[in-house]
């Protein structure tokens, strides 16, 4: 066996989805070969584990055609982009990624949507978190079907509870069902940072935030906490909720948070018997926000009864009926977030450095770095979602 006789073998491995050849495209190097034993290195530029399967499938069998005994594939790949890049405060470094789900107000889907997201993300690999920061209105327990699961609490640490594959935690599944807290600013904050410090989070590669909907203490705490990478929108197509999400998206620029795209949700309804599309709030209505935040519609989800049966009954639409048209769109709605992800931490991550507080902690956040300098009228909000008015 010759150096020239191994290279003629694997001048027929393609490589996966091209016509030419690994060594055609000059991929083989470090041929060793030792008797009937053949090693040799092949550098790909693909970092889908699938690729470097399949040469090293096809490398084995043309060489073990050839008589080789022992084949040695060594395929180099680069490394896939999963560490974070970011930089600043972070009270929950095990987690790589912090994905934002906002809206202007409540009702329009960020729950559903949220909870989709994850259950999409977490299908295509990635390990997830869940964290249902809203808490006023929790709801994630009941749409993940785990409404009567109690977390399992180690010393002053909360384990979080397994559900569909991701791991999940909701002020919900520490209180009692039906009961209420009234919650005053300093309470959110306090909540927000137990939620990221005190929860066992695995080393997770997103954690996904249903936050409380519109823009307050506790999108500023969170904010401060850890670098979030990027925020996500969910606005209904009628005007009055597209003025609420402007609002959400102008926080996002004010905390420095990389806008990942707006869902619209509840976009038109396909009458399930007739198939008849039929406008209830609007369809297509919130791209020109998109474009006044230089942002992208990344789905437009429908309105429809299995969605929110998904959601009474712990049976997320995504998990339960993957290849509907509904979960298409979630699917592709999270390969876009994660495309986004990828490239903000490839062009250095992002840094909350900028939004941190300048006094103590419990202290106005209306003195923070993220607020405006002029003096806001009593009663008026100050324009950063600060809560303070
Ligand atoms: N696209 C949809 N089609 C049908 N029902 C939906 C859709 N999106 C949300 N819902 C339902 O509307 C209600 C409000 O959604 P939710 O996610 O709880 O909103 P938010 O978290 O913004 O308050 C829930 O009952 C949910 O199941
Ligand atoms: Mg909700």
Known sequence: MTEEIVKSALSKVLYPGFTKDIVTFGFVNNIVIDGNDVSFTVEITSSAPEVAQQISDDANKELKAIGALNVT????????????????????????????????????????????IAIALAAQGKKVGLLDA????????????????????????????????IEVMSMGSLMEPGQSLIWRGAMIMKAIEQFLRDILWSELDVL???????????????????????????????GVSLDDSRRSLDMFRKLNIPIAGIIENMSGFIAPDTGVEYDIFGKGTSQPMADEFDTKIIAEIPIEPSIRTGGDEGKPITFVNP????????????ESIWASIEEINANGGVDNKGVQPTTAPGVSACSTAAAPKQEAPKDESCGTGCGCH
């Open 323 to 334: 290849s509907s048209e509904t979960s298409k769109r979630y699917i592709a709605a999270a």
């Open 134 to 165: 809203d808490i006023y209105g929790p709801n994630i327990p009941r749409m993940m079907g785990i409404d009567d699961v109690k977390p399992e609490v180690n010393g002053n640490k909360v384990l979080p509870i397994k559900a569909y594959g």
């Open 73 to 116: 594939c060594n395929v180099k790949a680069p490394q896939m982009p999963r560490e974070s890049s970011s930089h600043g405060k972070n009270i929950a470094p095990q987690v790589k990624n912090f994905l934002m789900v906002s809206s202007g107000k409540g009702g329009v889907g960020k729950s559903t949507t949220s909870v989709n």
């Open 208 to 238: 996904v935030i249903d936050m409380p909907p519109g823009t307050g203490d506790a999108q500023l705490t969170l904010a401060q906490s850890v670098p979030v990478t990027v925020g996500l929108t969910v606005t209904t197509p009628q």
